[in-house]
């Protein structure tokens, strides 16, 4: 097929392709990570959507003269480029493809139709030099061709926002001159517990820790910045946790009514302040860090996800950047959050 892929078919090698996201997924599944399978859709598919809807001469037109600095130009340009993909047809030849490959994916217990993440992934995404985190959407519990479709083509407009183009003008060369997007379509993982980690101590740089952050339900309440939730710093070397923090974690995401998009939702008393990771837990996320970072051979920053089964899942990996020079000692537990913020949401 022309323009999808499993991703258990690709390596780093392709995210020229299926970009960053896609690419380092494939890497993670070469590695024996467990990964939910899935599948990527190319940037050829992208381009051939702008080509034959006439929506790359409008999106050029459109970005003419427009600098990175100019907040209203910018708007005005995201708004008549999105406005235009949103209402565009995804080519058949892509639309088909795609319901292949979802025919393809292992359907849960009783589900004909499987829910899925359909996620966006950019080129140059998730590399050591750039990263558009929080700039590209993400859409969860996505079931059926037709609303997989229109969820690829929304993350297609996403790189068309007004935030995507300005910080591609700031970065110039090809990402401002042609931009490209895959996009990643994974089995969605209905979490219990959820959130991100560092295979290193992102404040001081201390290569001999992992940083854990976790909270209830799906990742969207974490990666948004919605709680304040559980951290740990842990020993690579023993997996003794060295400091601790159980927050007050007042909303999670959970699979909304019907089965199809999330829902936000108040977590129950008991549960708000109750530690979310076990001992066992936090040993298998420390394990699986040194794992991928063994394979990238950098340190990483991951999103990861336990079932309501018990069986954790990793969903995104890509290099730390922006390391600061190493500190003797550790970061007060607030300087986590400034982290996350720096970084973004996925």
């Keep these: 097929m022309g323009h999808t892929r499993r991703l258990d078919e690709l390596g780093g090698a392709d995210a020229g392709r299926y970009g960053g996201k896609s690419a380092g997924l494939g890497e993670l599944l070469r590695a024996g990570i467990p990964v939910p399978p899935g599948f990527a859709v190319s940037t050829s598919a992208f381009h051939e959507f702008l080509e034959g809807s006439g ?25 008549v480029i999105t406005e ?174 019907g089965g199809r998009g999330a829902m936000r939702v108040p977590v129950g008393a008991e549960r708000r302040t109750a530690r979310c990771l076990g001992g066992g837990e936090v040993a298998a996320l420390v394990d699986v860090s040194k794992r991928i970072e063994g394979h990238f051979g950098s340190h990483q920053d991951v999103e990861w996800a336990i079932d309501r089964g018990g069986t954790l899942y990793v969903l995104q990996s890509r290099p730390v950047t922006g390391l600061p020079p190493r500190e003797p000692t550790s970061a007060p537990a607030s300087a986590m959050a400034l982290v996350m913020k720096k970084f973004g949401a996925r």
């Design 55 to 79: 929506l790359a001469d409008r999106a050029a037109g459109a970005l003419a003269g427009v600098s990175a600095g100019d907040v209203e130009a910018l708007a005005r340009a995201a708004r």
């Design 84 to 257: 235009g993909m949103r209402s565009a047809p995804v080519p058949d030849a892509v639309r088909t493809e795609v319901g292949v490959q979802y025919g393809g994916l292992p359907a849960g217990a009783g589900e004909d139709v499987p829910a899925v993440a359909v996620r966006s992934s950019a080129l140059g995404e998730d590399s050591a030099e750039a990263t558009f985190a929080g700039q590209q959407e993400t859409y969860l519990w996505v079931r059926g061709v037709d609303d997989i479709c229109s969820a690829v083509r929304s993350c297609w407009a996403s790189l068309y926002s007004a935030e995507a183009i300005s910080y591609r003008a700031r970065l110039g060369g090809d990402a401002a001159r042609r931009p490209a997007m895959g996009v990643t379509v994974q089995l969605m993982v209905d979490a219990a517990v959820s959130g991100v980690m560092f295979t290193c101590n992102p404040v001081s740089g201390d290569p001999s820790m992992v940083a854990i952050e976790a909270s209830w339900g799906l990742g969207l309440a974490v990666v948004g910045g919605e709680v304040t939730p559980d951290d740990y710093l842990v020993s690579k070397v023993t997996c003794d946790v060295v400091r601790e923090h159980v927050n007050d974690k007042v909303i999670e995401y959970l699979p909304a009514a």
